[in-house]
Structure formats: C-alpha cells, structure tokens
T-cell receptor, first 117, second 111 residues
Framework: GAVVSQHPSWVICKSGTSVKIECRSL??????MFWYRQFPKQSLMLMAT?????????EQGVEKDKFLINHASLTLSTLTVTSAHPEDSSFYIC?????????????FGPGTRLTVL | QKEVEQNSGPLSVPEGAIASLNCTYS??????FFWYRQYSGKSPELIMF????GDKEDGRFTAQLNKASQYVSLLIRDSQPSDSATYLC???????????FGKGTMLLVSP
C-alpha cells in the first residue's frame, strides 16, 4: 500500500500559540488530501479537504480561519491550528487518496496528537 | 443525509471463531466500500475494499457486498486477540474520493 507520513506525531503547546502539522504522501502524488479530527472514543470527523494549488474546502462548523490548510505541492499538505485552546486538543489525522482502477483508496497518516495546555 | 450505519458493539468472540461485522448505507449512488481497522490511539489502516456484488477474500478477511440490500459486511476467520480493534466501514460515490464513515464496531477477541 501507499505510505502517508505526518509530523509531528505528538505536540504539546501553550494556549494561544499556533501549531503546524505536516502531511506527506511518500510514494505517490496527491492533488487532494483530507484532514480529520478524532476525540477520545469518538468517530473520525472530516474537517476539510485540501486541494493542491487552490483553497481548501471546509466542512460545516469548522472554522477556516482557525484551521489553516495549505497544499503547496503534490506531496505535502499542512494544517495550522492557530491560537490553539485546550478544546482543540485532539488526534489529527490526514489521509491521501491513491488513484487506482475504479476507485481511489484513501491511506491514512499515523496521526498527530495535540495537547493544548 | 448520506449515512453509514454500524453497530457500535462491542462484538465479543472467542479466539479462533469467525467474527462478522456489518454495515448498511443509505446512498444508492455509493460505488466503493472500504473496511479499515483502527487500534486504540492509532490511525485507521486499510483492510480491504470491494465494489462488486458478492464476496472478496483476502487472507482471513472476506468482504461481502449486496448493493440491492445496501449492505456490506466483513468476516474475519480464525479471529485472534490481535484482531481486537474498532472496524470502520466507509463508502464513496463514483468519481469522488471523499469517504463517508460509519462510527465503527469494536471487536473484542478473547483468548
């Protein structure tokens, strides 16, 4: 299968600071990447779709000014949590679709655990 | 609202048994169906996908799809304690990469 990496794997920051999370497709190119958030014992929640060379598409209820997404190349998307607060503490996971035949298959990065103090 | 429904479980099976995980979906435009496994504290990993009616086997895993009934299932043969995880069903529409996920079924395999 395809490999998607994320960096950092975990981060602790103070309230009010910004945190950048990187998502890379290592062995394939991805014009689209997806960002999810998952709170403990809850299901995955799609936050936004990252589009290479254009603006991201945000899901309803997700603040685009708080969660800045940049998809600068075909292998890299970044999510910046601006002015983070304790309620932003969560598990952030990206995924990238690998095109193949009839369908694209999404592969997930290992996730980034964010703790805001 | 396009939905994917799964029983949250937990589904408990003894080691060596067959575990059967079920998923229903509401969007008849759904084209492809995916099963992911997620261990606690980890990200989802792909088990397999299916897009044609019938069965698809990969090792101990068999995915079954019935588009008329809008039903997809995953069978795990010879279940092992290491199979204990949450299993996520996901679907997408033709031409779209975006997945709609179910909430997942927790599977517990006891030694």
């Amino acid at each position: 299968g395809a490999v998607v990496s994320q960096h950092p794997s975990w981060v602790i920051c103070k309230s009010g600071t910004s945190v950048k999370i990187e998502c890379r497709s290592l062995d394939f190119q991805a014009t689209t990447m997806f960002w999810y958030r998952q709170f403990p014992k809850q299901s995955l929640m799609l936050m936004a779709t990252s589009n290479e060379g254009s603006k991201a598409t945000y899901e309803q209820g997700v603040e685009k000014d708080k969660f800045l997404i940049n998809h600068a190349s075909l292998t890299l998307s970044t999510l910046t949590v601006t002015s983070a607060h304790p309620e932003d503490s969560s598990f952030y996971i990206c995924s990238a679709p690998l095109a193949g035949g009839l369908t694209d298959t999404q592969y997930f990065g290992p996730g980034t655990r964010l703790t805001v103090l | 609202q396009k939905e994917v429904e799964q029983n949250s479980g937990p589904l408990s099976v003894p080691e060596g048994a067959i575990a059967s995980l079920n998923c229903t979906y509401s969007d008849r435009g759904s084209q492809s169906f995916f099963w992911y496994r997620q261990y606690s504290g980890k990200s989802p990993e792909l088990i397999m996908f299916i897009y044609s009616n019938g069965d698809k086997e990969d090792g101990r895993f068999t995915a079954q799809l019935n588009k008329a009934s809008q039903y997809v299932s995953l069978l795990i043969r010879d279940s092992q304690p290491s199979d204990s995880a949450t299993y996520l069903c996901a679907v997408n529409r033709a031409g779209y990469s975006t997945l709609t996920f179910g909430k997942g079924t927790m599977l517990l395999v006891s030694p």
